[in-house]
């Protein structure tokens, strides 16, 4: 028993010393490679220094042209175009990337530099400093496993080095990525007002009207105007809202038409407002209170909301990167916005726009509604009445000796007191108020799966309701089959829409439990 004991510890220990053995292997290969890292990182060898101030010219490849921007100062100009409004942060912010270049790694003795893609590189860079002399860095591959960049310099392809500088998206895009362009609009989606798409087809305006149920009207080229629904104008209005600039092409262009623009496929014109620093208008004020312009007592600043108008053409699509061409008003700019971003106001027509909701009285303004069903007509009325109410003599005032208040009492228990009774009636007969209520706030809830543009929908009507207003007022509403899945909505104006058939059945139901028992 001993001996067994005794081996069992002897193999504890040996298990015990193994798992100490490796442990120990593991920690020391990780210090090792951390030791290659750091001296890895600390053996980087700076292999160009190009100040910006020591520049005369910068060439490179810019898309499928080669470019030189000259510098005077801090000003960048294009070579041979001298009126070419260069964006001068845009030059300087790929020229500081050779302020300090360093090389990972250094391949000496190189006999095939196209094995690291210089042999057809993705870019040269030249640069002609001021004191006459230049730098040549010819840019090859990637590493596809450091990401680094093979580059060598000044001609010498038997020098080979890795770099973490991406030469290959620092100087990438074409010449307009380098250009100044004008600006966008920006534009917030809830202070736009009017949209108008005016297009060679389905041209549509968009309007904000408190007048319309849904605070919008949509109205069509013949100038049909239609309650817009409120959800597809916002969706709308987020559209146009989000429209940028996705490409810059010409910064003084004059053939319009070349690029589709002499005519226009689309033009968009959207009001909005804007907030803005309010001007000061106090002339008067000295010195001193200068300080106070374009704020308020808080010292903070004060805006003005203004009125805007933004015109935007949209022409042909550039085949090269799908780009509508578009020209913002009047300007000479030739700039690109995204298929994808201008397709719904391309294809859009105010159909799309039209309500989903279906038209119906407040209870408030209606006289009396008509309701047949299955040939059969209800007339179903809300009526208002006032009656009194017995007077509760235990609330007498108990304190006869306060002059004023009791003569104050006195004056209100003179007076009688009358309580508001609301009755409902399905064919003179009264009904249940619940039941009332239940059905005209479904029928006031039922909306359109999507709108037709017209009804191809053959037979009677199963359900009409004819809503009748105190000013003289009616809507008419009919719900007729048209197959397992749907009924289609028709109103007195002839528009139409489809409505899931379990919304109208749910619909019948409700009036038919306020009409039981009713003949």
């Known amino acids: 028993m001993k001996k067994k004991r005794g081996l069992f510890v002897i193999l504890a220990g040996v298990v015990l010393l193994c798992v100490l053995i490796v442990c120990y292997f593991a920690l020391l290969k990780a210090n090792s490679s951390e030791e290659e890292t750091t001296e890895e990182e600390t053996t980087q060898e700076e292999v160009a220094a190009i100040a910006s101030d020591d520049i005369s010219t910068l060439t490179f490849e810019a898309g499928d042209q080669t470019v030189t ?88 392809a038997s020098t080979v080095y890795t770099t973490s500088t991406d030469f290959g998206s620092t100087f990438s895009g074409g010449l307009y990525n380098y250009a100044e362009s004008e600006s966008y609009p920006t534009i917030t989606s809830s202070t736009i007002s009017k949209i108008v798409v005016k297009k060679d087809n389905n041209s549509y305006t968009v309007t904000n009207n408190g007048k319309s149920s849904t605070g919008w009207y949509v109205q069509e080229e013949d100038n049909k105007k239609q309650e817009a629904d409120s959800t597809q104008v916002g969706t709308l209005q987020n559209t146009v809202a989000g429209l940028s600039f996705a490409g810059y092409y010409n910064y003084n262009c004059t053939d319009w038409a070349t690029y589709g623009l002499e005519k226009p496929k689309m033009a968009l014109t959207v009001d909005y407002t804007e907030e803005v620093e309010a001007e000061s208008t106090d002339d008067a004020e000295s010195d001193s209170d200068a300080n106070t312009d374009d704020t308020d007592d808080s010292g903070e600043t004060t805006t003005e909301t203004v009125d805007r108008e933004l015109v935007l053409y949209v022409g042909n699509i550039n085949e090269t990167d799908g780009n509508y061409y578009v020209r913002l008003g009047d300007s000479g700019e030739l700039h690109g916005i995204s298929q994808a971003s201008l397709d719904t106001l391309m294809n859009g027509k105010a159909f799309d726009y039209w309500k989903t909701s279906i038209d119906s009285m407040t209870i408030s303004d209606l006289d009396h509604l008509d309701v047949t069903y299955q040939g059969t007509t209800y007339t179903l009325k809300r009526v208002v009445t006032e009656e009194k109410v017995e007077k509760d003599k235990s609330e007498d005032t108990d304190n006869d000796a306060d002059d004023d208040t009791d003569a104050d009492s006195e004056d209100v228990d003179d007076e009688e007191e009358k309580k508001t009774v609301t009755t409902y009636y399905v064919n003179d007969q009264e009904a249940d108020s619940d039941n009332f209520t239940a059905f ?29 207003g105190t000013d003289g007022s009616k809507i008419t509403i009919s719900y007729t089959p048209r197959d397992s899945s749907f009924y289609v909505m028709e109103d007195q104006d002839g528009n139409c829409g489809l409505v899931n058939k379990m919304n109208v059945k749910d619909l019948i139901d409700t009036f038919l439990t306020l009409t039981e028992g009713e003949k």
Not at 92 to 117: H, I, M, Q, W
Not at 125 to 140: C, F, R
Request: hydrophobic share 30%; with cysteine; aromatic share 6%.
């Open 69 to 156: 921007f000259q510098k005077a100062e801090d000003s960048w100009t294009l070579e041979g175009q001298e009126d070419f409004p260069v964006d001068a942060s845009k030059v300087d912010s790929v020229v500081s990337c050779l302020a300090s270049v360093k090389a990972d790694r250094t391949l000496t003795d190189v006999e095939d530099p196209g094995e690291y893609g210089l042999d057809v590189p993705t870019n040269v860079i030249e640069v002609v400093k001021t004191d006459g002399s230049s730098e040549k860095i010819t840019v090859g591959d990637k590493n596809s496993s450091t990401g680094n960049t093979y580059i060598c310099l000044n001609d010498d």
């Open 440 to 468: 005209y706030r479904a029928a006031a809830a039922m909306v359109c799966q999507n709108r037709l543009e017209e009804n191809t929908t053959k037979g009677d009507a199963e359900l009409t309701l004819s809503y009748h």
